[in-house]
């Protein structure tokens, strides 16, 4: 099970989802990938829907947190 | 699939439906200028377009970029709503009903303060880009000054003030066409280009420059309306801004990680050379007025209406994509990707870019094709418009 975090932080758009993406679809087999932004990525979903996969994205104190789960 | 789990940033329905109207005013004004030819009915038309196209994607995109908060549905459509009645008045003034100019200015006015404020208050405690905020601060108080002349010119044409306020028209187009919408759209395209690419962003110190001199060239242009030779400086500064804009995208777009550019940069690129030769049509026309005309048709109908409906191919698609999650989140919806039919849309914007360039041209050297031109253009509207709808009406239409 692959496990990844990114800290996407301070980065401009649209870095925080080339980042994501990248990440994404260099994973093999089933994984979860975290990240931290500081706005909701949007323009991301559609794209996460697209690959087949899930998601979920939390408003949290300072930022977004984001959570996707790639099955098998 | 969970979009968002309840804290997304905003509700696209009421932008959705304010971006409907705006459109709606586009499509009048393609038929106007068809029917009549070059008239303040259809300028203005025109500029009801681009103002809610701004009051319905600054509610989505000043939110999603700087962490401010959007309107709830209902708020837009208020904010927008003395914007539509406004215009409505002030189209059908010029249709003939000339009484209704001072309530057309006045209620314009008061929808531009309002928007100026709410947007300027809002912005400035957001915590995300500093330039952007600073960008669309600028282009809210041009837009007020702007709303300021066209309430005293309005007044003017409805026998309520004096006719020397006409005079103030130069500085009104300068601020509204330059300052507000040119500097917002020049600021945004800084997220965009990259965002729709999908190519890496390397902001340096001098990255922003065109989006500062661009509002610079609106400001002096208007402030020195009476003096062609500082207008020619404000001018010529304009077209400067446009060649470092399209400097900046041109280098993002060969460092772009999708092969095919995307149908909302095929637009793009063609309003930024529309931009371009709007500027120099404006230098000449500081010597040889008759230029003037074709400027505002480069700068309206090229430069505007073609960043705006290039965008719109994206966000319209994108926010039709929300409003179908939420109402159906376990729906099958189509990808985003593929939603635009490209070759129908590639053949809207040959039809708009050669009809734009034709109305100018016509306007500047051969009046008897301003019709043709005119007609070209129109079918070409109608064309986006028509696939714009269907865009939309994919993900509208879906039912889980």
């Not at chain 1, 500081?38 to 408003?59: H, I, K, N, Q, S």
């Not at chain 2, 402030?223 to 020619?232: K, V, Y």
């Amino acid at each position: 099970m692959n496990e990844i975090r990114l800290d996407n932080r301070g980065l401009h758009p649209p870095e925080p989802m080339i980042r994501i993406l990248t990440a994404l679809d260099a994973m093999t087999g089933p994984g979860v990938l975290t990240a931290l932004l500081d706005r909701e990525p949007r323009f991301l979903f559609p794209e996460l829907e697209a690959r087949g996969l899930t998601y979920t994205c939390v408003r949290e104190e300072v930022g977004y947190a984001l959570r996707v789960e790639r099955g098998a | 699939m969970i979009a968002g789990q309840g804290d997304s940033v905003g509700d696209p329905v009421g932008s959705g439906i304010v971006l409907a109207v705006a459109f709606a005013y586009f499509l009048c004004g393609c038929v106007a200028l068809a029917a009549q030819g070059a008239s303040l009915l259809a300028l203005h038309a025109f500029a009801a377009f681009v103002v809610l196209s701004v009051v319905s994607a600054s509610n989505q995109l000043v939110p999603v970029l700087t962490g401010a908060r959007p309107l709830p549905p209902r708020g837009v459509l208020t904010m927008a709503a003395p914007f539509a009645a406004g215009f409505a008045l002030l189209l059908a003034a010029f249709a003939g009903a000339g009484g209704l100019f001072p309530a057309a200015g006045i209620l314009l006015l008061a929808g531009a303060a309002l928007w100026s404020v709410w947007t300027v208050a809002r912005i400035a405690r957001a915590p995300l880009e500093g330039q952007t905020r600073a960008a669309v601060t600028i282009a809210a108080a041009a837009f007020l000054v702007a709303a300021g002349l066209g309430a005293a010119m309005a007044l003017a044409l409805g026998g309520r003030a004096a006719p020397g306020l006409l005079a103030l028209a130069p500085a009104h187009a300068s601020l509204a066409v330059v300052a507000f919408a040119s500097t917002l759209i020049v600021a945004i395209s800084y997220r965009f280009v990259p965002m729709f690419a999908l190519a890496h962003t390397d902001e340096g110190r001098w990255t922003r420059s065109a989006q500062w001199l661009v509002a610079g060239a609106g400001v002096l242009g208007a402030a020195a309306a009476a003096w062609p030779a500082w207008q020619r400086a404000a001018f010529a500064l304009a077209v400067v801004a446009a060649l470092a804009a399209m400097a900046v995208h041109l280098r993002t777009l060969r460092a772009r990680l999708r092969k095919r550019l995307d149908v909302s940069l095929r637009y793009a690129a063609a309003a930024w050379v529309s931009a371009v030769a709007a500027g120099l049509c404006a230098v000449a026309a500081t010597w040889r007025p008759g230029a003037g005309s074709s400027a505002v048709a480069l700068a309206v109908l090229g430069w505007l209406a073609l960043s705006i409906i290039g965008y719109a191919f994206k966000i319209v698609g994108f926010l039709a994509w929300e409003h179908a999650r939420r109402v159906a989140p376990d729906a099958s919806l189509p990808p985003l990707g593929e939603a635009v039919p490209m070759r129908a849309a590639n053949a809207a914007l040959a039809l708009l870019a050669v009809g734009a360039l034709a109305v100018a041209a016509a306007l500047g050297a051969a009046p008897g094709l301003l019709r043709s031109a005119a007609a070209v253009y129109a079918a070409g509207g109608v064309s986006a418009v028509v696939i714009l709808w269907s865009v939309a009406w994919r993900y509208v239409g879906a039912r889980a």
